[in-house]
């Protein structure tokens, strides 16, 4: 009898972390607030940017920003509670990008800037994304 209960409780432990594992992997939503920095075909002088992750999820979907790659290097678009990757896993320079995506920056002034560009000339000055240091 005791050993029975103590399976059950065990098996209930075991199926409760696999849950919470599974919960946790669709629901992440990332850092509130990110400071985005090359790591990878980095500038001589590094250029920090900020970014208000949160704010921009308010307002936007995953898939503005987020995609993934098939296994030929396709693009493939974001679905609901895949497994985000940093940009630069796919943006660096040996892993055979595109013209004008090949970077970090690159990719980042092509999805940041382009859409800031669009909404309003002013958000797409250098300082919003690179503020002064102080
Ligand atoms: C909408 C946001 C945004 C704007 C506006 C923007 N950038 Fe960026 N930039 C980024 C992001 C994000 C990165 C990649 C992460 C980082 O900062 O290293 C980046 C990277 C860079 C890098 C490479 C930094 C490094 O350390 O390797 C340089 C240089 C740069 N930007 C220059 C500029 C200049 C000059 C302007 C204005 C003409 C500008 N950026 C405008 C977001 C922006
Ligand atoms: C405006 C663009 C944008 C939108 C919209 C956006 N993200 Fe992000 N997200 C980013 C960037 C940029 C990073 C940092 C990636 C890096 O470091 O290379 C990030 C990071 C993340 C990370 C952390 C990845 C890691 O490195 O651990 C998760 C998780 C994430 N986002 C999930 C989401 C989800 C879920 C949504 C939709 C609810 C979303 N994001 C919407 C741009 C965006
Ligand atoms: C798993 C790999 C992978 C990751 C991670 C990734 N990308 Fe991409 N990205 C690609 C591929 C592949 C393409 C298509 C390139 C082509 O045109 O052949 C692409 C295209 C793009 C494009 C041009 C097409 C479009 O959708 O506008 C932009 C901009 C871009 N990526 C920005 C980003 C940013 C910003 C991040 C991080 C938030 C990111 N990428 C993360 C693989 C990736
Ligand atoms: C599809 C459009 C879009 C994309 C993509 C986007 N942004 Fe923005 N971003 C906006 C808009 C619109 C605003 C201004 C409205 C607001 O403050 O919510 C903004 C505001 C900002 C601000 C200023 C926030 C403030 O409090 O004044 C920063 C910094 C910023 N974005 C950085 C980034 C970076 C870095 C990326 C790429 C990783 C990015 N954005 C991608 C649309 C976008």
């Known amino acids: 009898m005791k050993k029975t209960v103590l399976y059950a409780v065990a098996t209930a432990m075991v199926l409760g972390l696999c849950f919470t594992g599974a919960s946790i992997a669709s629901d992440d939503k990332g850092p509130a607030e990110i400071t985005l920095e090359s790591t990878i075909d ?27 790659k098939d296994a030929d290097g396709k693009q493939v678009a974001y679905v609901e509670g895949q497994k985000v990757e940093k940009c630069e896993s796919c943006h660096n320079k040996a892993a055979g990008m595109p013209k004008k995506l090949t970077t970090f920056k690159e990719a980042a002034h092509a999805n940041c800037k382009a859409c800031h560009k669009k909404k309003d000339k002013a958000l797409a000055k250098c300082t919003v994304c690179h503020p002064k240091k102080k």
């Open 42 to 68: 980095k500038a001589k002088k590094a250029k920090p940017s900020i970014f208000p992750h949160a704010k921009h999820q308010e307002t936007l979907t995953c898939g503005d920003c987020h995609h993934s």
